[in-house]
């Protein structure tokens, strides 16, 4: 049966998170009266940059370096992004974030159809966890056969080798193969990832990401779609079809192969 498999990028793809974040971080810098505020376009040149860690320093090395002494204490840089972390969780409890278009819908119809889902992330499991709870309600992850994040790695130094571990370890977990499997995507870094092993790519760029080019996805649309609320197409060739489906996902796959 193809697809085998559908691997959901939390960061991203299933909520538009990626606003609250940089709310998160802002809160934390006042919290310690640091004198940074990250505006959206601020945030949108350190997105690919995918933690929190790399984000302040990257910040830091471009726009305030006369700040860089006050990261010499790395317990001071850990106090921060935990702060961030527990501004970003009160928000998502509180309802925050809503589901991207057609998220809801296509997990349904997977589940239906016998399609094993999961779900991968550099981000705290707890924080999409509360998202998917939300909107579906207690025990919601259950409805993954595979859910992978760094607690579930070897993690290392850099965050791209980490989201291609963690593809990997996703792949073993559900027992598929990358070529049978469609990866949904809303960062460059995980399309490429997902990309080099072999999985089939749909990016769904964000808010912050919608300038990305992703060369590396098969096709690039605004969103999942809805019946009545077609996609954009950013770039490839969706064909008659105007919202993600199982069936679209058949098609799509046939015609990629026929390409190959």
Not at 196 to 210: D, F
Not at 227 to 239: D, E, M, Y
């Amino acid at each position: 049966m193809f697809p085998a498999a559908l691997i959901f990028n939390a960061d991203g793809t299933i909520s538009e998170t990626d606003e609250l974040h940089r709310r998160a971080f802002n809160l934390a810098f006042l919290d310690f009266d640091l004198g940074w505020q990250w505006s959206q376009a601020v945030f949108s040149r350190l997105i690919n940059a995918l933690t929190s860690q790399a984000k302040i320093l990257m910040f830091v090395q471009h726009y305030r370096p006369e700040d860089a002494f006050k990261l010499e204490n790395g317990g001071f840089l850990k106090s921060i992004i935990e702060r961030k972390n527990e501004h970003y969780l009160s928000m998502i409890e509180a309802g925050a974030a809503t589901l991207r278009p057609g998220v809801s819908r296509l997990i349904d119809e997977a589940g239906f159809q016998g399609v094993k889902l999961a779900i991968v992330g550099l981000t705290e499991r707890r924080d999409f966890e509360c998202v998917l709870q939300n909107h579906f309600g207690i025990g919601a992850l259950s409805k993954f056969d595979a859910v992978t994040t760094l607690q579930d790695i070897d993690p290392g130094s850099n965050p791209r080798s980490n989201m291609t571990a963690i593809y990997q370890q996703t792949l073993k977990r559900l027992g598929v193969s990358a070529e049978d499997t469609f990866a949904i995507e809303a960062l460059e870094p995980g399309t490429e990832a997902a990309r080099n092993l072999g999985l089939n790519v749909i990016a769904t760029p964000g808010l912050y990401t919608s300038s990305g080019r992703f060369q590396a996805a098969d096709l690039v649309l605004s969103d999942l779609g809805h019946p009545a609320a077609s996609f954009q197409v950013i770039r490839g060739r969706a064909g008659p079809h105007h919202f993600v489906s199982i069936e679209s996902l058949r098609a799509w796959n046939h015609k990629m192969a026929g390409a190959a």
